[in-house]
């Protein structure tokens, strides 16, 4: 693994080969071979994500079947952390779609888990889990050893993305 290339690897951490949606906060990381990946969080089996062109609501099922089908490079944290599913369900209902790097798919998931304005960007995100000592295990789709990180990125790409994806 050229750990130079990411900003956050997952080699410390226990990997698991089992998902228990039911009950675990995950947090989910899509296409982690790009930059910016896509983030978004599930609960009690249903997985919420702010996107550009909206919101999705889906269960974890449809999603495992979704990135099985599709070979999307996805890594899957269990986060130590209690919330029900009714503040998910209304944090995400204040939002409309993702805009810039202020208003982001990371913006409802930091209100979610009470996380400070100065966490930008996933690799923040993660190592202040990290920190806390809140990531209890990962599990991935279609993710090798050498491929296992977040990449480098500016949060300035991730205002480049989505003005791409608004064009």
């Known amino acids: 693994m050229e750990k130079w290339k990411f900003d ?5 951490f226990r990997k698991s080969e089992t998902i228990s949606p039911e009950s675990d906060v995950l947090l989910w990381m899509f296409h982690v071979d790009k930059i910016p990946p896509h983030v978004g969080i599930s609960q009690n089996d249903l997985f919420f994500s702010l996107k550009s062109n909206g919101r999705d609501q889906i269960p974890v099922r449809n999603l495992i079947q979704i990135v099985k089908n599709k070979g999307i490079k996805c890594i899957v944290l269990n986060v130590k952390y209690t919330s029900d ?14 805009v810039s790097s202020k208003l982001s798919c990371l913006t409802p998931i930091k209100e979610v888990l009470m996380i400070p304005d100065e966490v930008r960007k996933l690799s923040d995100l993660l190592s202040y889990l990290n920190d806390l000592n809140l990531i209890e ?21 991730i205002d480049n993305r989505l003005n791409l994806l608004h064009a």
């Open 8 to 12: 956050f690897t997952f080699e410390k």
């Open 85 to 98: 599913l009714q503040n998910l369900k209304d944090v995400f209902s204040g939002y409309d779609r993702a």
């Open 137 to 157: 295990e990962f599990s991935c789709f279609n993710v090798t050893y050498e491929e296992l990180g977040i990449l480098k990125y500016d949060v300035s790409e």
